[in-house]
């Protein structure tokens, strides 16, 4: 596969395959860059409409292939806040591999959506508040929200770095490690974002749908033995621009 050129939204490249077992269910998402509010998405049901990528191993077209409901939290939704979404699954015939195509509003494993964690994660590790107004603002537990904040900041060295590097590969501006890891990781996500931001397609799904697509949905996953798909060797769907008005 060539490398990655995330200005050119034609070139599509995604998640790699964890394994090659037959009829493998990939453990890693493959995260497209949705820009459909919530409730959007969760009305659309099984018809939504999202892009179908190329398999990442093959580069052979994905086809459909069944899916599965999950649940999603989020503040202002009709029909009450934990609704059901349809995450349709995508299938690599010749490599035996199906995906899982997320949507960028959710984060691999978590019930609320990027924009809630990211909004308790930017309150917190930025020093505005403590963990507990933002989860009570947020509208989550605290110790879900508690949670969110210590797996960030586990990962802010890792995540500073790559983000940073991220945005200076995106032409922006160079972030230099601050002291206090936490608000590196905070500053590196927004000069990263605002690198994109000047790129076709990604200015419309805000700071935290951006770091969900370039980490695979596993900004603030428990294993940390995973990739990390920023700096060099990105491996993420940019997003398809928006027609102008
Ligand atoms: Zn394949």
Redesign the pocket.
């Known amino acids: 596969m060539s490398p990655l050129n995330v200005r050119d939204p034609s070139s599509p490249r995604l998640t790699p395959i964890a394994g090659r077992d037959p009829e493998a269910v990939s453990p890693v998402a493959i995260v497209w860059p949705c820009p459909l509010p919530v409730d959007a998405y969760v009305a659309a049901g099984r018809k939504v409409e999202v892009p179908r990528p190329a398999?990442p191993?093959?580069?052979?077209p994905l086809v459909f292939w069944s899916g599965y409901w999950r649940h999603v939290r989020a503040g202002g939704l009709a029909g009450g806040r934990c609704p059901k979404i349809f995450v349709p699954r995508v299938r690599?015939g010749?490599?035996r591999?199906s995906h899982a195509l997320l949507p960028a509003f959710v984060l691999a494993w978590r019930l609320d959506v990027a924009e809630t964690v990211g909004a308790v994660i930017g309150q917190v590790a930025g020093g505005a508040c403590g963990v507990r107004p933002a989860a009570a603002r947020a509208g989550v537990p605290y110790t879900t929200a508690r949670g969110w904040v210590r797996r960030f900041g586990a990962r802010a060295p890792e995540l500073g770095a790559g983000f940073a590097a991220l945005a200076v590969e995106l032409g922006g501006e160079a972030i230099r490690p601050a002291g206090q890891a936490g608000r590196f990781a905070l500053a590196a996500v927004g000069a990263a974002f605002a690198a994109a931001a000047g790129l076709p397609g990604w200015l419309g799904l805000g700071a935290w749908r951006f770091a969900s697509s370039v980490s695979g949905g596993r900004l603030i996953a428990a294993n940390t033995g995973s990739p990390f798909l920023v700096a060099g060797k990105r491996r993420f769907m940019p997003p398809v621009p928006s027609a102008p008005p």
């Open positions: 398999c191993s093959c580069g052979e690599c010749p490599c591999v």
